[in-house]
């Protein structure tokens, strides 16, 4: 554990982004108010052993993420939370918040059980670097804004009676339009991370990755990231050292097709 910096237990957290969860997670006013209410609390207990494996797999991205400045810190919820996403990212007042709800939430095992032995630290790596994509567009100010020069479309709002719910429906549209591009981003970080770090289990771990955005029911949906995987297929377009820049790059094409 001597690699992990800063793991805080909180009492009560809302997430901002989920790593692969519709439920709604806090939305725009999960990027900070809920989470400045969280109560912080000293560590009330030992990191269990599924707690232990996971932050042992993320440990390089971690590292790099301390090497390279970021500021981020290591939330594991001391709650049960059943059904919660186990790993997820927050945003308070400056910083990031890497958030694990892995107690008495069977989905922790079950993500680990789903996944090949020989795939798991390097698909844990790529959530863990998919999280650190969200970190980088927040820490940039830029985080559901399209970059610069790009012109985005207007969603398409929802059929309604009234006018009221036609606001709604179109704010709740641009809302998850501006979602799915920020997955889109993050999973081009978390494919980058992979090129480099594991080229040999890309093309394994693009299609691990395209089977679990795959299980969005909803086309459209926050997590359906399918026009950036389908440019990604070949991680040669992931190939320079700059993991950022390189999704970003790759990232600008796919906005084009992504509505
Ligand atoms: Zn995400």
Redesign the pocket.
Known sequence: MGKIFGVVLLAALSVA????SDRPAGGRAGLGGDLAASQAHGPTSALLPLEQRWLQAIAPVLDFARATGFPLDIIVQPKALPGHTPL??AFVDGRCKLVLSLRGNAVAQETLDAIPPDLLDAALELMAA??L??CERYLAGEFAHPPAGFQATEPAAGVSAGPGPAVESRQASVWSQALRR??GY??LVGLAWSRHRHPQLYARLHAWLVSERSRDPVRGGS?DTQAWLRLARDGTVLADPSMFSNATRVWRLGLQTSD
Not at 17 to 20: F, H, N, P, V
């Open positions: 982004d989920c790593w692969a997820a990212v998919h999280e994509g969200h920020e997955e993050a999973d997590h």
